[in-house]
């Protein structure tokens, strides 16, 4: 990208963006030249200031701003200040997400609509309120995952069919937007050492995570910098040909024959 002043600077909106693949997509995409919306949930531990000082560290600048994408209003109201404040808005990333283990046979409606509100309806919630803001060349990513996106996972069908889902959201939006040179995609992330993958009740946990990198082609499980390089590329012009697509970014292990 070439150098943009302060006004002409392209801006993009991240959810979740206080911890993990989040932060990690702020920090690349203000090393990038984007001002970037940083935005987070109450609920989550995680201090958003520790990814505004990291994005002004990469000489970038951002904002945060509360939003739960459970929430219409909510999600309506983060793209309507960042769009009071810079004016623009040419990139929306939906990553905020949650995981609860929960076997599914005694899974009720109140898990299994809570899950789905955040991890499928808020990446709609997202794409609808970006999406008329967004200009030709303008990008809509969404996160979604190896747990749906390629592989089941038992006592997470709730997960994986939102992961699932926001591939034909994804696929379904670049054919009703792509005539107006707007794209959406979605990246599927394999094993990613995140504060999510870490929680060893709901997800792997340190242990499990060590034990199946040793399993992957790589050696190692990924980095949550390896699938923000992902949204920097996919939101820039070098991905101006790319629309609605699923990357993985799984360091092979999907295509690993099991002996």
């Given at each position: 990208?070439?150098?943009?002043?302060?006004?002409?600077?392209?801006?993009?909106?991240?959810?979740?963006?206080?911890?993990?693949?989040?932060?990690?997509?702020?920090?690349?995409?203000?090393?990038?030249?984007?001002?970037?919306?940083?935005?987070?949930?109450?609920?989550d531990p995680?201090?958003?200031?520790?990814?505004?000082?990291?994005?002004?560290?990469?000489?970038?600048?951002?904002?945060?701003?509360?939003?739960?994408?459970?929430?219409?209003?909510?999600?309506?109201?983060?793209?309507?200040?960042?769009?009071?404040?810079?004016?623009?808005?040419?990139?929306?990333?939906?990553?905020?997400?949650?995981?609860?283990?929960?076997?599914?046979?005694?899974?009720?409606?109140?898990?299994?609509?809570?899950?789905?509100?955040?991890?499928?309806?808020?990446?709609?919630?997202?794409?609808?309120?970006?999406?008329?803001?967004?200009?030709?060349?303008?990008?809509?990513?969404?996160?979604?995952?190896?747990?749906?996106?390629?592989?089941?996972?038992?006592?997470?069908v709730h997960?994986?069919?939102?992961?699932?889902?926001?591939?034909?959201?994804?696929?379904?939006?670049?054919?009703?937007?792509?005539?107006?040179?707007?794209?959406?995609?979605?990246?599927?992330?394999?094993?990613?050492?995140?504060?999510?993958?870490?929680?060893?009740?709901?997800?792997?946990?340190?242990?499990?995570?060590?034990?199946?990198?040793?399993?992957?082609?790589?050696?190692?499980?990924?980095?949550?910098?390896?699938?923000?390089?992902?949204?920097?590329?996919?939101?820039?012009?070098?991905?101006?040909?790319?629309?609605?697509?699923?990357?993985?970014?799984?360091?092979?292990?999907?295509?690993?024959?099991?002996?």
């Amino acid at each position: 990208m070439t150098a943009a002043t302060e006004t002409d600077a392209p801006v993009a909106i991240i959810t979740g963006a206080a911890s993990g693949i989040g932060a990690a997509t702020a920090v690349s995409m203000a090393r990038a030249g984007y001002r970037v919306g940083i935005g987070t949930y109450s609920g989550d531990p995680h201090d958003p200031h520790t990814t505004l000082r990291a994005v002004h560290d990469a000489g970038g600048d951002g904002a945060i701003v509360e939003v739960d994408v459970r929430n219409t209003e909510s999600v309506d109201g983060f793209v309507a200040e960042i769009l009071g404040m810079w004016g623009r808005l040419d990139t929306a990333v939906a990553n905020a997400g949650i995981l609860r283990a929960a076997p599914f046979a005694s899974m009720t409606d109140e898990q299994w609509d809570d899950v789905l509100q955040v991890d499928l309806h808020g990446v709609m919630r997202t794409a609808r309120a970006a999406a008329p803001h967004l200009g030709a060349g303008g990008s809509i990513i969404a996160i979604s995952s190896i747990a749906g996106g390629v592989y089941g996972w038992g006592e997470h069908v709730h997960y994986a069919t939102a992961k699932a889902g926001v591939l034909g959201l994804v696929r379904s939006l670049g054919v009703e937007l792509g005539p107006r040179g707007v794209r959406a995609n979605a990246i599927i992330p394999g094993l990613i050492e995140t504060p999510q993958s870490l929680d060893a009740v709901n997800s792997l946990g340190p242990e499990g995570l060590r034990a199946a990198g040793a399993n992957i082609p790589t050696g190692r499980v990924g980095r949550p910098e390896e699938i923000a390089s992902v949204a920097t590329f996919l939101a820039s012009d070098a991905a101006s040909y790319v629309n609605g697509q699923a990357i993985v970014v799984d360091g092979g292990l999907t295509v690993l024959m099991r002996d």
